[in-house]
């Protein structure tokens, strides 16, 4: 199961959420997402659980808690959402 965890402290990195999540099962990724120019964290990640069973009760018991100081958001992450494709511009003028 795929989740996501957001309102992170900009000072967690992966093996700090890795470790949040371990204590309920087997995490087979966990990813804290990072801005790509300045490789700041952006206080969002992914945490990938292979057991459903596991990954629910982490949701469950994880969601609201205090980590760091802040109160994290976990629930199961849903895919992003197909956008509809942007017309290209025209510079042709009549």
Do not use: C, Q
């Amino acid at each position: 199961m795929n989740i996501y965890v957001s309102n992170l402290s900009f000072a967690v990195i992966d093996e700090d959420l890795r470790s949040y999540f371990a204590e309920y099962g087997e995490v087979s990724s966990a990813k804290v997402i990072t801005d790509k120019f300045t490789n700041r964290s952006k206080g969002f990640g992914f945490v990938e659980m292979p057991d459903d069973a596991a990954a629910e009760k982490a949701i469950a018991e994880l969601d609201g808690a205090t980590v760091d100081g802040r109160t994290i958001k976990v629930m199961v992450a849903r895919p992003k959402e197909e956008r509809p494709a942007r017309p290209a511009h025209s510079n042709n003028r009549w």
